[in-house]
C-alpha cells in the first residue's frame, strides 16, 4: 500500500468486510474472523483521522489565527456512513 493511499484502502477493506459479512452465510468462527479484523481496521482509521485532525487544526492555528480564533472553532467527529 502507498502511504498516501492507506486510509482509502483501509476503508475500502472495511467495506468489504461490511458487504461479505451481510451478503455470506458465514460459519460463527468466520464471522468473528471478520468482525475482529473490522474492529481493528476501524481504530486504525480513528487514529489516522485524529492525526489529521490535529494536523489541521495546528495548520489553522499558525496562520494568523489568535488562541481565541482557534478554541472558536467548532469541531465534529468524523462519522463514515458505510452502506
Known amino acids: 500500500m502507498k502511504d498516501n493511499n492507506?486510509?482509502?484502502e483501509k476503508i475500502k477493506k472495511l467495506e468489504n468486510i461490511v458487504e461479505t459479512m451481510e451478503k455470506e452465510d458465514?460459519?460463527?468462527e468466520k464471522t468473528l474472523e471478520l468482525f475482529q479484523e473490522g474492529m481493528g481496521l476501524s481504530r486504525e482509521c480513528k487514529k489516522i483521522m485524529e492525526?489529521?485532525?490535529?494536523?489541521?487544526?495546528?495548520?489553522?492555528?499558525?496562520?494568523?489565527?489568535?488562541?481565541?480564533?482557534?478554541?472558536n472553532?467548532?469541531?465534529e467527529p468524523f462519522s463514515a456512513d458505510i452502506q
Open 51 to 71: 492525526n489529521i485532525e490535529l494536523k489541521v487544526n495546528k495548520i489553522m492555528a499558525s496562520e494568523n489565527m489568535t488562541e481565541d480564533d482557534v478554541e
Open 26 to 28: 458465514l460459519g460463527i
Open 6 to 8: 492507506v486510509f482509502e
Open 73 to 75: 472553532i467548532r469541531t
